[in-house]
C-alpha cells in the first residue's frame, strides 16, 4: 500500500517541483530583460514569417493524425480518417498543454474504447504513439547534437556535453532498431504481451517523427527576430534539447521549462529578445491548438447529442458501432492477425 502510494504521487511531485525550478529559473532570466527588450522581440517578427510559421504548425498538426494510425496499424484495427483526425488533434492539441496522463491518455480511452478497441489494445496503441516520437528524438536528436553540438550555459549543469549526449541517443535509435530487427518474441507488461513493432514500421515511426521535430523547430526558427544571427541548425539543436527535456520532465506543456531552456541556449546569438520569439511560438504551437481542439471536443459532443435526441424523438435507436466481430487485417509481416495486433 505504501509503494502504491508512493508511486501514485512520486511522479505529479517531481513535475511540480521541476514546474517550480524552471519558473524559478526563468524569473532570473527575465529579470535580466527590459521591457523595451522584450516588446522589440514581439514587434521584430516581419508578419510574414508569422504567417509562415502559424501555416507550418497547421500542417505539423496535420502530420501528427500519422502517429495514432500507425499504432492503429500496430494492433490491426482500422477506422475512419475522420475519427483518427479528431482523436488525434484533441489528444496531442490537449496534451501538448495539460500533460499526457491529464489529458492525451484519457481522450484516446474514451474514443477509442466507444468504437471498439479494447482497453489492452488501446494501451499498446498509446505506446506506440510514445515510442513514436521517441524514436524521432533519438534519430534525429543524435545526428544533430553529434554534427552540430551546441554549448550550454554555465548554469546548467549536465555530467556530459551535448555531442556526448547525441552519442546516446544515437546509441539508443540504433538499440531500437536492432530490437525491431531481430526481436520476435512478445514482451510481457504486466497482463500485456507486446513485440515489438515490425522494422518497416519502425522505420516510418522514426521518419514521420524526426519530419515532426523539423517543422516545429523550422516554425520556432521564423518566429525569432529577423535581426538574430542564430544559424538554423544551432536553433535546431536548442530545440531538441529543450523539447525533450520538456518531455522527460512531463511538466504540463513544457510551461517554464521549455522556454528557460530556449532562453539559455539561444541568448548568446539571438539576445534577450528570445523571450519574446519563445512566447510566440507557445502562443502558435500550444495555445490555439488547444483552443482548436477543445472546440472540436466540444462540438462533436453537441453534434452527439443532437443525433442522439434525433433518434429519440423519430423512435429510432442511435447507429452503435458493431464490436461484436473481429476486425481482421494484413498486417506488415504478412501474417493475418485477429483483433490483437502486436498484443497477444
Not at 473481429?326 to 506488415?332: S, Y
Request: overall charge neutral; hydrophobic content about 55%.
Amino acid at each position: 500500500m505504501a509503494k502504491s502510494r508512493i508511486r501514485k504521487y512520486a511522479g505529479p511531485a517531481l513535475a511540480i517541483a521541476l514546474f517550480l525550478l524552471a519558473v524559478r529559473l526563468l524569473y532570473h532570466e527575465a529579470k535580466q530583460i527590459t521591457w523595451e527588450e522584450f516588446v522589440s522581440g514581439l514587434t521584430g517578427v516581419p508578419l510574414s514569417q508569422l504567417f509562415i510559421a502559424a501555416f507550418l504548425i497547421a500542417l505539423n498538426y496535420g502530420l501528427l493524425i500519422a502517429y495514432d494510425i500507425l499504432a492503429l496499424r500496430y494492433v490491426a484495427r482500422s477506422l475512419p480518417l475522420r475519427r483518427i483526425a479528431l482523436v488525434s488533434f484533441s489528444g496531442f492539441s490537449l496534451g501538448n498543454n495539460l500533460g499526457t496522463l491529464l489529458a492525451a491518455a484519457p481522450i484516446r480511452f474514451r474514443f477509442y474504447s466507444m468504437w471498439g478497441l479494447t482497453a489492452g489494445q488501446i494501451v499498446a496503441l498509446i505506446s506506440i504513439v510514445g515510442l513514436t516520437f521517441w524514436s524521432g528524438w533519438w534519430f534525429l536528436g543524435g545526428m544533430v547534437l553529434i554534427w552540430v553540438p551546441i554549448q550550454l550555459p554555465a548554469d546548467v549543469a549536465l555530467p556530459f556535453g551535448t555531442r556526448t549526449m547525441g552519442f546516446v541517443l544515437m546509441s539508443l535509435a540504433v538499440t531500437y532498431s536492432l530490437i525491431c530487427l531481430l526481436w520476435r518474441k512478445p514482451w510481457p507488461i504486466g497482463e500485456l504481451h507486446l513485440r515489438p513493432p515490425a522494422p518497416g514500421l519502425m522505420f516510418v515511426q522514426a521518419s514521420i517523427a524526426a519530419v515532426d521535430l523539423l517543422i516545429s523547430a523550422t516554425a520556432l526558427y521564423l518566429v525569432l527576430p529577423a535581426d538574430s544571427a542564430a544559424p538554423f541548425a544551432q536553433v535546431l539543436a536548442a530545440y531538441l534539447v529543450a523539447i525533450g527535456v520538456a518531455m522527460m520532465t512531463q511538466v504540463p506543456g513544457g510551461l517554464g521549462v521549455l522556454e528557460v531552456i530556449l532562453l539559455t541556449l539561444l541568448k548568446g546569438s539571438v539576445g534577450d529578445a528570445v523571450l519574446a520569439s519563445v512566447l510566440i511560438f507557445r502562443v502558435l504551437y500550444y495555445w490555439l491548438p488547444l483552443l482548436g481542439g477543445m472546440i472540436a471536443l466540444v462540438g462533436y459532443e453537441i453534434y452527439g447529442g443532437a443525433v442522439t435526441a434525433r433518434s429519440a424523438v423519430e423512435g429510432g435507436v442511435p447507429e452503435v458501432p458493431d464490436t461484436s466481430e473481429p476486425v481482421v487485417l494484413e498486417t506488415d509481416s504478412g501474417v493475418t492477425e485477429e483483433d490483437t495486433g502486436g498484443v497477444s
